[in-house]
């Protein structure tokens, strides 16, 4: 098997480095042999080459059996509307070019973190949440530009019926081995885009008459989120809809350093943290680096079907949350200093 | 002063008859002259009238000096996406026509309802931010349709500078007399519309040098809201993404059922809950009317310039939750029984 690493930008570096070390550790103990390689993207990659998403890098993904990815994002391009080349496009360049049209997020939290949250234990215990959001469409990738002489911007949202019913069926096929609950967000009382989500996901509950689909407009599941998470099962939904959703989610496993996603669809699969660069932090040392293991216990377990091999790496994450060794993201009041970790010695 | 009521549909009915008895008590308690009338809008004008903004409501809002409105919608047509009239077209209508381009909700916790929320109480004690969100442009006024023989479907957001300058120079404003700190919420790093938005709020920066503005991810925001509510003072955001962030943010409050809001622009106010028509439990009483009640102290002090008479409705609000009173929505369990009442009684 052979894995590409995709650092990226800010904390992307440091924590990838231990995401890499735990699959060797994997590899070692199974007896696996794991090959790497490494590939540049976002601000680091225009600094190099020019280009948020070299030529290169894309072979090199296009190659490899899976990716772990780390974060892209420079606080240089977010206080300057105007820059031509960003970051950013180059991870949605690769979200199209790869097709990973369905992004899978869960929402767990580790018990031992129930105090981590600024949300009370009692709502958060047994919260259990999959989200599938969908990657490659909507606002993020339909047209968009000036008009009225740079006096106006626009964006366009678009979705087809084929693209709803893909990462649908995902999401369907998911609630099926889980509680058999379906939620599935949209605004169909305000856009059209909407309206046919609804219209499909309608089609496709027909086909999964043993899965309980319920309708939420974005506003609502926002606030239900916050006030009963346990009411969730899986979650599907759109591109700017579920990068919303996911991030304000983060809460209930008690911090964003804790959250990996999949990126899956037609060829190979990546593997990141929710979190972004944190340009804030990077370099120190400081960055929780249990996003991208457990990004890496999802590769093994989705792109590998290593299914025990991946339980050892999300065991070894509640070992090391147990034995109560923290970063500093998931310390509260109550954590004695001389637990809280840096990025290398917690990995 | 003439006071047009307009209850709309579902739970609206029973929440905005309690927001016009207050106002008639503190006309009578401050020797006002206040008249009223009655419009219909949503659900209950399509059965009426077959036109869910009649023109009729429409002249006697422009008419009258301050609109208590209620809410719309029904959920025959959430689950019917190919419904050509529905009641929320004639919410927007309004919101277009008044040139209602403010959205003002003020997210302050009662000290009651402390423990009302899913939130600890440690993280929500002394928070209290006031949100403007965009009212009458973005993805909720571009065109919108289906293309690719219905095969696909559209909705474009869309902003011009001038829409974007007019809600920030009035966030900017209140900032001034708040905490002088204000987040504006954008995804500049994704969406065109977003760009422009952060270049206008930059040059308006200049202008109000002694406002500190930070620029937030709208992913970002829907986290912070719920990790830390108390770094927020002013907020300004889009459309799409206030009708996300501010019902999440209704948590902060403890319910939705006690968040009113003011829509303001070119002419007459309207002044509504931020809770939607709640069908579920319409027509049993159970409504939290509080929410109606503190809209009508906004109209008071906005439309009216009656803060004394404001502050008595709010007051008043805070000695039923003082002495215990709750409704079923901000009851929790250290309620007693014999406190939880309905809509009238509370009123
Ligand atoms: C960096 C940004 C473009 C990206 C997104 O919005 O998709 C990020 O927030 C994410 O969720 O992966
Ligand atoms: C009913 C709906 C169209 C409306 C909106 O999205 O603006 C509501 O959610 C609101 O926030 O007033």
Redesign the interface.
């Known amino acids: 098997k052979h894995i590409l690493i995709v650092p990226g930008d800010g904390i992307g570096q440091e924590v990838t480095e231990v995401g890499k070390k735990v699959l060797e550790k994997i590899a070692a103990k199974f007896g696996h042999d794991f090959t790497y390689d490494e590939a540049l993207i976002g601000h680091v990659a225009i600094e190099a080459t020019g280009d948020p998403l070299p030529a290169e890098t894309l072979e090199k993904m296009k190659a490899s059996d899976a990716v772990l990815f780390g974060a892209v994002?420079h606080p240089k391009?977010?206080?300057d509307?105007?820059a031509k080349v960003?970051p950013?496009q180059g991870l949605?360049k690769m979200r199209k070019e790869l097709g990973l049209y369905a992004n899978l997020r869960p929402i767990k939290l580790f018990d031992e973190l129930l105090s981590a949250s600024?949300?009370?234990p009692e709502?958060l215990k047994g919260a259990d949440i999959l989200f599938f959001r969908e990657l490659t469409g909507d606002?993020?990738f339909?047209e968009?530009?000036?008009k009225?002489n740079g006096?106006?911007?626009?964006?366009?949202?678009?979705?087809?019926?084929?693209e709803v019913e893909r990462i649908g069926r995902k999401a369907f096929e998911a609630a099926r081995t889980r509680k058999k609950h379906l939620v599935s967000v949209d605004?169909?009382?305000?856009?059209?885009?909407?309206?046919?989500?609804?219209?499909e996901i309608?089609k496709l509950a027909l086909e999964y008459p043993d899965v309980t689909v319920e309708?939420q407009?974005?506003?609502?599941t926002?606030?239900l989120?916050?006030?009963?998470p346990k009411r969730f099962d899986v979650v599907v939904t759109a591109n700017?809809?579920g990068?919303?959703?996911?991030?304000?989610a983060?809460?209930i496993a008690g911090s964003?350093g804790m959250l990996a996603s999949a990126s899956i669809g037609d060829g190979t699969g990546v593997y990141e943290p929710i979190h972004?660069s944190a340009h804030d932090i990077t370099g120190k040392g400081l960055a929780n680096p249990m996003a991208s293991v457990l990004s890496a216990a999802l590769l093994l377990d989705i792109s590998f079907g290593m299914k025990a091999e991946s339980e050892v790496v999300i065991n070894a994450v509640d070992q090391v949350l147990k034995k109560g060794f923290r970063t500093g993201d998931i310390a509260d009041a109550t954590t004695d200093k001389s637990m809280i970790l840096g990025t290398d010695a917690i990995g």
């Open positions: 994002g391009y977010d206080n509307p105007s960003r950013e949605l600024s949300i009370k709502i606002i993020y339909g968009k530009g000036r009225n006096d106006t911007a626009y964006d366009v949202a678009e979705y087809s019926r084929y605004k169909a009382n305000v856009l059209e885009s909407s309206r046919l989500w609804r219209e309608q309708y407009f974005v506003d609502a926002a606030m989120l916050i006030k009963d700017l809809f990068d919303i959703l996911t991030d304000e983060s809460q964003m972004g």
